[in-house]
């Protein structure tokens, strides 16, 4: 029997969210016996690539700024018409190449306007296939900036009914609807699924050696992207305010952040700390060090928050609101309604306000909100292995 095919699209702009959701959802398609075709248009990020799903590596673009709508290049430079061109091209072979039975792309058409260049092309030539792949759509739960535009979401909508079959849509309605943020959640109907979150299962605890690491430290984190020094600054700075400057603390910095950068946290926590401060690259084991340590400290970012959710960690989320995005403070809101986190809004992040903050989280029991699901990649590639069966019918 000839094994089922699936190309699948992602395009990170800034963080590593999309690409990690988008690799955990191939490999589990892959695991599910599909033969699964990964291809990112964002800048390569150390250690992050499919452990099953084959990987192809569009040239790289990413955001300007903060702003998303202005593209640059892996060197810098604004990305031109060549390099749309080169792009267009290279997704259209690998459509025909692969000749998929299912195109999965993340996040469009709720968002990525800026690669419409390449996308509608791909989408087109999809539909018109002799042999027509099923179509879906694959998105986290909170949708970012530009949702209060009635005009955008009228396009969303339309461009979805064009193109798609199905959206999978990465979160549980019981903590946030998708209706908060896309407002034609009716018109989707039978189309929209709700997967449950996309997470790495949690490992086991390691060896009795490495079991102790970070047991009791504060750890601060802020996910893949560029955006988290000032975080990661504030809270080297806040640990003198805190009862637990007696306690390790270990920051974690993301690729995002330069050299320069980074050899500047170090040294800011050696002026201020010694050796009572660790200041590393992203580790591998970050969500065993969740599930160990005294607080978490980070933004509220889809991934960063299932992880600090699933290990059960008390936590302290500092959600980024750059450029128009509410993303984050709407789910680091709802999170702290429910009395699950801490929340320090960006712009009143402070070491002192950071500090009571940690102070109170300490305090707080640990919360494992036992309702919500976090195996969602699995869901999501049981539900395509269904739709494909029923497509093929």
């Known amino acids: 029997m000839t094994q089922l095919r699936a190309l699948v699209y992602v395009q990170h702009l800034l963080g590593t969210g999309h690409l990690k959701r988008a690799i955990l959802v191939s490999d589990a398609m892959a695991r599910a016996g599909l033969e699964v075709t990964l291809v990112s248009g964002g800048l390569p990020v150390p250690g992050l690539e499919p452990s099953l799903a084959r990987w192809v590596q569009l040239p790289p673009v990413a955001a300007a700024d903060l702003g998303f709508k202005n593209l640059v290049d892996e060197s810098g430079r604004p990305v031109d018409e060549s390099l749309r061109q ?20 993340e996040l469009f058409p709720f968002g990525r306007r800026q690669m419409r260049f390449e ?22 739960d909170v949708l970012g900036g530009g949702q209060k535009d009635p005009q955008r979401q009228q396009r969303m909508l ?45 490992p086991d605890s390691g060896t009795s050696a490495t079991a102790r690491l970070g047991r009791g430290e504060v750890l601060v984190s802020a996910g893949g992207g560029a955006v988290g020094q000032g975080l990661l600054e504030t809270a080297i700075r ?26 500047e ?11 009572g401060v660790v200041v590393e690259r992203n580790r591998a084991d970050f969500t065993q060090l969740l599930r160990r340590c005294r ?25 980024f609101a750059g450029g128009s995005e509410s993303e984050q403070t709407l789910r680091a809101s709802v999170l702290a309604e429910r009395g699950w986190i801490d929340m320090v809004p960006e712009h009143a992040l402070t070491p002192a306000s950071l500090a009571q903050a940690i102070d109170r989280a300490a305090d707080r029991a ?17 539900l395509v292995r269904r739709w494909l069966s029923q497509h093929k019918a």
């Open 86 to 105: 080169r792009r267009r091209d290279a997704l259209l072979t690998l459509l025909r190449e692969t000749g998929p039975q299912l195109l999965l792309v």
């Open 119 to 140: 996308l509608l092309p791909l989408l087109d030539a999809a539909r018109q296939a002799a042999d027509r792949p099923l179509i879906v759509s694959s998105v986290r």
């Open 158 to 202: 339309e461009l979805f009914d064009r193109y798609f079959d199905h959206v999978l849509v990465h979160a549980d309605p019981s903590l946030v609807p998708f209706e908060r943020t896309f407002t034609h959640v009716p018109e989707l109907g039978a189309r929209l699924h709700y997967t449950g979150y996309v997470v790495d299962p949690l």
């Open 238 to 263: 806040a640990r003198g305010l805190t009862r637990l400057s007696g306690e390790r603390w270990r920051v974690l910095a993301g690729a995002g952040i330069g050299a320069p950068a980074f050899a």
């Open 265 to 275: 946290l170090g040294a800011l926590a050696r002026e201020l700390h010694d050796d």
């Open 295 to 319: 607080v978490s400290v980070s933004q509220a970012g889809y991934n960063t928050v299932m992880e600090t959710l699933q290990a059960g960690a008390r936590a302290v989320m500092v959600p």
């Open 366 to 382: 640990a919360t494992v909100p036992g309702s919500l699901r976090f195996d969602g990649a699995d869901v999501s590639a049981a």
